[in-house]
């Protein structure tokens, strides 16, 4: 029955141009880069408050003096859970979002529901005297979020010059919107054979932390390391002795210095 409706729906619509545009109407179809629902994070930790909402507009913005062809064309969106986490929602309009309490649950699903398969988004656009629609995908959305376990991942630091300054990228531990933002760093560990100097920072407090390690050395076994470390954001990390095969100069040609690696484990507070 369900498909039935979304059919005559999406059917409707397309031929509501002609009516509710007197020019006529174009449809540019294209996807939405990352689709329409959002659930955030889906890794949770206890205590994260769970984002969840919808946007068919991306950077389109309802053209002025078409307020009201807007409303007609936006679409009513059905939003539950299973098992049932929040009470089923319902909206109407292309975008649309609240948050829920992270459950003492393993997993859970969210249902994204619109009431048709294609939204059609009108524009300032005029072609060949018809107005242009942007049409999206709007078929049913299901996201499943679960409970965070210890997070192990390497970090890649690529090689690059500076100008004549031989670096190794920083890289962002892992957060929103896919994993908890209450994920901390219990351990890192240098994975390379060299011996490297490692610097922590970005945390709410503002303070940084430089350790050498040696390889297959971790944090987790040295004396003394600051609990601030736990929660770093950014992770810089440079060889104690520069490669000798590295060349950096200010005018080329150049030889980057090798990628250095940085196994990490984070954990929910």
Known sequence: M?????TWIRGGIIAACSVWIAT???????????????????AYCPG?????????LEDLRCPAGLEDTCTSFSPNVAITSEPMVFPARSFSGYTGSF??????LDRFSVLFNPDRDEVLIPTADIRDGNRVFVGRDSRDLTYVATRQGPLDNVLTHGGMCAGSEAVNTPQTLPGLPQFSPNLVLTDLCNVN????IVTLSGGSDGTTYTQTLAPNQCLGEMPGV??????????????????????CTATGPNMPPPPLRTRIRMQCR
Request: charged share 25%; proline share 12%.
């Open 99 to 104: 948050t829920v309490a992270a459950p003492d």
């Open 48 to 56: 994260d408050t769970i984002a969840v909402s919808y946007d068919f």
């Open 2 to 6: 369900r498909m039935l409706r979304h």
């Open 226 to 247: 600051p609990t601030s470390t736990r929660n770093a954001r950014v992770v810089d990390v440079r060889p104690m002795t520069p490669d000798p095969g590295t060349r």
């Open 193 to 196: 054979a060299v011996p490297v």
């Open 24 to 42: 006529g109407c174009i449809i540019d179809r294209g996807p939405l880069r990352r689709g329409f629902g959002e659930l955030a994070p889906r």
